[in-house]
């Protein structure tokens, strides 16, 4: 049984940082592309970031460049999304996903059951 499963969010002031979890599992995701969406309540879930399992080539959404940082660490088949300088506006749900290629990570075939992200003002 395919899983991922996120965690490290939680509460945090404006310019504060968190640093989010997705822990895979149930199958090889060697060849996948592991990404970060949100969703805020009333809003249209969007791109964060991404990051190809194999070569670690990464992806960001203008919005987080030079503040999100994506990684992985193969050996604990788990990804990683770096958040700094966070902004109340980037409170949301933040999903992580697995998809075969960039283009399809929107319609990803694996998402995880997200974790609340709320900056403070």
């Known amino acids: 049984q395919v899983q991922l499963e996120e965690s490290g969010g939680g509460l945090v002031q404006a310019g504060g940082s968190l640093r989010l979890s997705c822990a895979a599992s149930g199958r090889t995701f060697s060849n996948y592309v592991m990404g970060w969406f949100r969703q805020a309540p009333g809003k249209k879930r969007e791109f964060v970031a991404a990051?190809?399992?194999?070569?670690?080539?990464?992806y960001y959404a203008d919005s987080v460049k030079g503040r999100f940082t994506i990684s992985r660490d193969n050996a604990k088949n788990t990804v990683y999304l770096q958040m700094n300088s966070l902004k109340p506006e980037e409170t949301a749900v933040y999903y992580c996903?697995?998809?075969?290629?960039?283009?399809?990570?929107?319609?990803?075939?694996?998402w995880g059951q997200g974790t609340q992200v709320t900056v403070s003002s």
């Open positions: 996903a697995a998809a075969s290629t960039v283009t399809t990570l929107s319609r990803a075939d694996y």
């Open positions: 990051i190809r399992w194999s070569g670690g080539s990464t």
